[in-house]
């Protein structure tokens, strides 16, 4: 007990910081998916890829067969994406924190699974994957 007094303030530094490294991961809210889930359903084709980036970020590097309807335009194009309501939709911007607010505006709209790109595009290029221009 002793010890515990002694170093109060040790150790409320301690949680504290602990606490800084694990509010990003609290804060995450939807599902998302690694760069290798997100692979593998793109090459079984059971995906379709909504890119919520602007147009010339779009422009510079986009995964292959990607759609880019920037995030402040999504609620009103995202009729343009009826015809994938089948299939699992993988939204990706650049760092995966926009993405998960538009996986829950596409779910809302009734797909039957939206889930963002962990990391988002910058994940992508760290794994050495492709981008197509």
Known sequence: ??????????????LISGGALLWPSFQRR???????????LINQGKAVIVDVRDPAAFNAGHLRDAKN???KE????IGELDKFKSKTAIIVCQ???????AAAQLKKAGFAEAVSLDGGIAAWQAQGLPLTK
């Open 69 to 71: 309807i920037p995030g």
């Open 74 to 77: 999504l609620s009103n194009r």
């Open 95 to 101: 760092s995966g924190a926009q993405a998960a607010k």
């Open 30 to 40: 939807g599902k998302t998916v690694s760069t290798l889930q997100a692979t593998q």
């Open 1 to 14: 007990m002793k010890f515990l007094i002694d170093n109060v303030w040790l150790i409320a530094i301690a």
